[in-house]
């Protein structure tokens, strides 16, 4: 088995979830912040949290693909993670359960990756 793939995975998970998500990344992903205070100086509010969520979202596929080699497997992280920051965003889940339902998807990529290169 493939192991060093599982463990980039992860690492490629914490770089992009907590060292490259800015203060205002995470705030800005979130529906229920206030808009205002992202509005540049002169501009009426506006809604940005599904720029900055699907964003986000689109940073961890990233990291997926490039990891598994497969942009498939980074299109679905992307939508995996956009769906688990928006039930987390919604307060229908914690921080330990948006982890937990992370980590389970970078074991599933891992397992895909590993049954379509035949490894």
């Excluded at 769906?83 to 229908?92: R, T």
Aim: with cysteine; glycine share 6%; charged share 15%.
């Amino acid at each position: 088995m493939n192991w060093t793939m599982l463990w980039w995975l992860v690492v490629g998970h914490a770089v992009a979830d907590f060292w490259a998500q800015s203060d205002a990344l995470a705030k800005m992903k979130n529906r229920h912040r206030d808009s205002a205070a992202f509005a540049p100086p002169g501009q009426a509010p506006q809604a940005i949290w599904p720029y900055a969520l699907t964003a986000h979202a689109l940073m961890h596929g990233a990291v997926v693909a490039a990891i598994t080699g497969s942009v498939p497997l980074g299109v679905a992280e992307a939508a995996a993670h956009w769906i688990i920051d928006f039930a987390k965003c919604e307060n229908w889940i914690g921080i330990h359960r948006d982890q937990a339902a992370h980590l389970a998807c970078k074991v599933a990529w891992w397992l895909c990756a590993l049954a379509t290169k035949g490894a």
